[in-house]
């Protein structure tokens, strides 16, 4: 957006928190009964935890290419 893409480790960390806390959010709407809310909080904290979860295999996907870059450059 800005020209710099954000590091998929603060990508992370941040969809974990914001899973947890609309899980949590969603927890207590339900004791409350309120389901509107208790929904779009679950519907959020599945959001941000599939996101945790991108974020996570682009990280990995990474880490991946960057061994095989060092390995093929290693060779030669």
Not at 24 to 29: G, P, Q, T
Not at 61 to 69: I, M, P
Request: one cysteine or more.
């Amino acid at each position: 957006m800005f020209g710099r893409r954000v590091p998929p480790h603060i990508v992370f960390a941040s969809s974990v928190a914001l899973a947890v806390l609309c899980a949590v959010l969603a927890f207590l709407s339900a004791q409350s009964q309120s389901w509107v809310w208790a929904g779009v909080g679950a519907v959020l904290a599945v959001w941000f935890a599939v996101d945790a979860f991108r974020s996570f295999s682009w990280a990995q996907a990474k880490k991946r290419q960057d061994a095989e870059k060092a390995a093929q450059n290693g060779h030669r």
